[in-house]
């Protein structure tokens, strides 16, 4: 019997497509598949479930919602032999698009019926991990306002946007030394990517790959207003590069120091953490995860 544990997050892409057990049933084997279906109840419930999983001898842990969802459930699941599964049903879903799972449901779960699995690399920042992305700058600002919102719609990620490119001016200078180079005064963002996706198609770092046991590193330096646009438009059609205040390039290892706060805040995953530590360490554990992927 292969038992699959589904890990339901009920507000992930605005929840209006709930996963049910007379949904999952009809794609998989009575007597051979044994289904049980979770559902999480508030922000890092998905991880007491999957621990709880853990010891109930689930062989593969099916995430369901985006990658705060991935997060939380795949980060119990680093170095063990459990399949990670995913049914993406989040807004973004980066991380289900670098990894070519379609946001079609019974594909989705074609693909964990079908059980291939391959490793992939897992991002780690001062002991918490990602698997799509973490950031400081204008991304870690926007989710930061985003989440206190309260509003996980279009229009309250529109209004964050506003106010994250309002407060920009007034923020107090903050210097940032990446590894031991020359500091930066606020720099506009500082990414640090394992996914070549950040969710709704858009990339910044279109080179990473969940394999290579690489970081990739995007760092732009502060910016005004309308180099702000141009920059939109060239992440529209990756090109950021073509920015001359950017720099890419790949790592195994990567330092952030800020010399004028006592913490950080950044965004991992999509989701605002808040570290209190002036001094940043992001690494890589490669080929740690085993993931469900189409063939
Ligand atoms: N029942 C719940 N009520 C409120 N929040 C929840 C609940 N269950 C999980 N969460 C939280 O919801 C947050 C968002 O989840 P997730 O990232 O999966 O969805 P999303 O934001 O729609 O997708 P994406 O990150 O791909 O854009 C996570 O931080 C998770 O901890």
New binding site residues.
């Given amino acids: 019997m292969i038992r699959i544990h589904f890990i339901v997050?009920?507000?992930?892409?605005?929840g209006n497509a709930p996963l049910t057990q007379e949904e999952l049933q009809p794609f998989f084997i009575n007597g051979v598949h044994d289904l049980t279906i979770k559902?999480?109840?508030?922000?890092?419930?998905?991880t007491e479930l999957t621990k709880a999983s853990i010891q109930e001898k689930a062989d593969i842990i099916v995430a369901c919602?985006?990658?705060?969802?991935?997060n939380?459930v795949a980060t119990c699941l680093i170095g063990t032999d459990i399949a990670l599964g995913i049914v993406p049903?989040?807004?973004?879903?980066?991380l289900a698009s670098n990894l070519k799972i379609p946001k079609k449901r019974r594909k989705a779960l074609e693909i964990i019926r079908n059980k291939h699995v391959e490793r992939m690399d897992v991002g780690n920042i001062n002991g918490r991990y990602f698997f799509s992305n973490t950031g400081v700058g204008f991304d870690a600002s926007l989710i930061k306002h985003y989440e206190s919102s309260e509003k996980?719609t279009i229009l309250g990620y529109i209004s964050a946007c506003a106010i994250t490119f309002r407060d920009i001016e007034k923020n107090e200078p903050l210097s940032i030394t990446v590894d031991e180079e020359t500091p930066m005064i606020n720099p506009f963002i500082i990414l640090i990517s394992n996914s070549n996706e950040m969710?709704y198609k858009l990339s910044l770092t279109p080179k990473a790959s969940l394999q290579d046991g690489l970081l990739d590193v995007l760092v732009i330096k502060k910016i005004g207003k309308f180099k702000m646009l141009w920059l939109g438009f060239l992440i529209l059609i990756r090109k950021v590069h073509w920015l001359k205040e950017s720099k890419s390039f790949q790592t195994k290892n990567i330092q952030l120091k800020c010399d004028d706060s006592e913490f950080f805040d950044t965004q991992v995953?999509?989701?605002h953490n808040r570290i209190d530590n002036n001094h940043l360490n992001i690494s890589l554990l490669e080929k740690s995860l085993c993931v469900l992927t189409a063939k």
Avoid: F, L
């Fill in positions: 997050n009920p507000i992930a892409g605005h559902v999480s109840e508030y922000k890092a419930h998905a919602g985006g990658d705060g969802t991935i939380e049903m989040g807004s973004g879903n980066g996980r969710g995953d999509g989701e």
